[in-house]
C-alpha cells in the first residue's frame, strides 16, 4: 500500500486482469475500512500490476507515492 498526495491510497496488486474474485475481496476490505471509519480521510485506489506496462514497472509502481505497508 502506498500513500500518495492529498491522502490517496493506492493498494498494488499482482492478480490475472480478468479475475473479479481477486479485486471484489481487496475492494470488500477498503469499503469496509471506509464504513468503519467515520470522516475518512483517505481515498482509495486499486492498482493490478498486471494492467500496468511492465517496462519500468518499479519505477512506475514508485510513482504512487510512499511505501506505507507490505504484505
Do not use: Y
Not at 4 to 14: G, P, R
Not at 25 to 31: G, H, K, P, R, S
Not at 48 to 68: A, K, R, T, Y
Amino acid at each position: 500500500m502506498r500513500l500518495a498526495e492529498h491522502d490517496e491510497l493506492h493498494t498494488i496488486i499482482s492478480g490475472p486482469r480478468d479475475d473479479d474474485d481477486i479485486l471484489s475481496q481487496v475492494i470488500d476490505v477498503e469499503l469496509a475500512v471506509m464504513r468503519a471509519v467515520k470522516h475518512q480521510p483517505f481515498l482509495f485506489h486499486l492498482v493490478n500490476c498486471q494492467g500496468l506496462p511492465q517496462d519500468g514497472l518499479e519505477e512506475h509502481i514508485h510513482s504512487f507515492g510512499e511505501l506505507v505497508w507490505k504484505r
